[in-house]
């Protein structure tokens, strides 16, 4: 895989596609605040959590961390923040770019969203 200098900034994200109506979460402490609770009912986003001891409730999410860290998180050491960020960013375009989906008839995520195939924006 080529390296990627930087990654697409949330702002641009957010302008191109919004932000979406609902988020699926687990109660995990990282998902329980504050500042995420008031940022969402800002933005008129709802957080949906799962019921405690039902990861089922939520099982895409969880593939997609088992995904996340088996081919990313635990193949690799990072060296720096910038490192990190190089390497997730790389394992980010070839799962949405390159990786058939099997969910989605062995197409790509960003050809649902981009048909006419183009590569991601650059960042």
């Known amino acids: 895989m080529k390296a990627i200098a930087s990654s697409a900034h949330p702002r641009r994200v957010r302008a191109q596609v919004g932000y979406p109506r ?3 979460l687990d109660n995990g402490s990282e998902f329980i605040s504050r500042d995420l609770d008031l ?14 001891g039902k990861p089922t409730d939520n099982g895409f999410i969880e593939a997609f961390n088992s995904r996340l860290r088996s081919e990313s998180l635990n193949a ?8 990190a960020r190089e390497k997730l960013e790389d394992w980010r375009r070839h799962y ?10 062995y197409k790509v995520p960003f ?13």
């Open 22 to 24: 609902t988020i699926r």
């Open 39 to 52: 940022w969402a009912y800002a933005n008129d986003v709802t957080l949906h959590f799962s019921r405690p």
């Open 76 to 83: 690799h050491w990072f060296m720096s923040l910038a490192d």
């Open 96 to 105: 949405n770019e390159d990786r058939p989906h099997s969910a989605i008839g």
């Open 111 to 123: 050809a649902l969203h981009y048909p006419g195939g183009a590569a991601s924006p650059s960042p």
